[in-house]
């Protein structure tokens, strides 16, 4: 995970709403990972309000899970407001506070309540955590620092093209999605152990097929094994080039 790999893709009709995919994206990544119960304590899972219902997060605490999630309930954000006595303010003109509560789960949670202003009126969500935090700011910014899929989908319809293409059948569509995953691992993989510490480094899945492997060159291949890589020297990253994929194949 540190960097930024898929681990797990499903594909689900247009109609299908958030909360019925989170149990099996979560089985998934158990079997990908072979948690242990002891381990499981040690796993937070931070969710966006489509995922975020009662039911979802009873299910991941009696699994011993942390959470920090977003409550999907708009009139409960709003019942939840009118108990608060005292916001504190916070940065991102936002304000937030302390509630009890609203529902009783398998595992103690903390509940926070946010305000924020939107033209001119207020607007409110609410927040489930285990994790221990030293402040509300603190346990905001615990959840804003969630993992940031909705990045890597960017990443991938613009730099593999996923959303350019479309299959008719519902396992061809899948396919199509598996297929994105292995080249984004590959190409994480390679970010990570051939471009850390250079100037590319950062470079996400668009640039490094945009702008590095676009490298005019010729690989030489003796007995089935590569031997030498040239690539255009007149080509502004060439030379730095030539240094990651030496790296890259000497770690492999």
């Not at 969710?47 to 009139?75: H, I, M, P, T």
């Not at 899945?205 to 490298?215: A, E, S």
Request: some cysteine.
């Amino acid at each position: 995970m540190r960097y930024h790999e898929t681990v797990w893709s499903g594909l689900y009709p247009g109609n299908r709403h958030s909360t019925h995919c989170l149990r099996p994206a979560v089985l998934a990544v158990e079997n990908a990972f072979e948690f242990t119960p002891r381990e499981r304590r040690r796993v937070a899972w931070r969710l966006d309000g489509g995922f975020g219902s009662d039911e979802n997060l009873n299910w991941l605490l009696a699994r011993d899970y942390q959470v920090l999630a977003k409550g999907c309930s708009n009139r409960r954000a709003e019942a939840l407001a009118r108990c608060v006595r005292r916001w504190d303010a916070a940065p991102g003109n936002c304000w937030l506070a302390w509630v009890p509560t609203p529902v009783p789960f398998v595992r103690p949670v903390k509940t926070l309540v946010k305000r924020r202003l939107v033209k001119g009126k207020p607007r409110h969500s609410y927040y489930f955590g285990t994790l221990h935090v030293p402040s509300k700011q603190a346990f905001m910014q615990r959840y804003n620092n969630r993992g940031g899929a909705e990045t890597e989908f960017r990443a991938d319809k613009s730099g593999l093209y996923l959303s350019h293409r479309r299959k008719h059948r519902m396992n061809a569509q899948e396919g199509l999605v598996l297929i994105t995953d292995l080249a984004h691992n590959l190409l994480a993989d390679f970010e990570h152990r051939a471009l850390t510490g250079t100037t590319f480094a950062g470079y996400g899945p668009k640039r490094i097929v945009r702008d590095l492997l676009t490298i005019p060159g010729r690989l030489y291949f003796e007995g089935g094994e590569l031997k030498r890589i040239e690539l255009l020297s007149s080509h502004q990253y060439a030379a730095e080039m030539l240094n990651c994929l030496e790296r890259y194949y000497n770690e492999g």
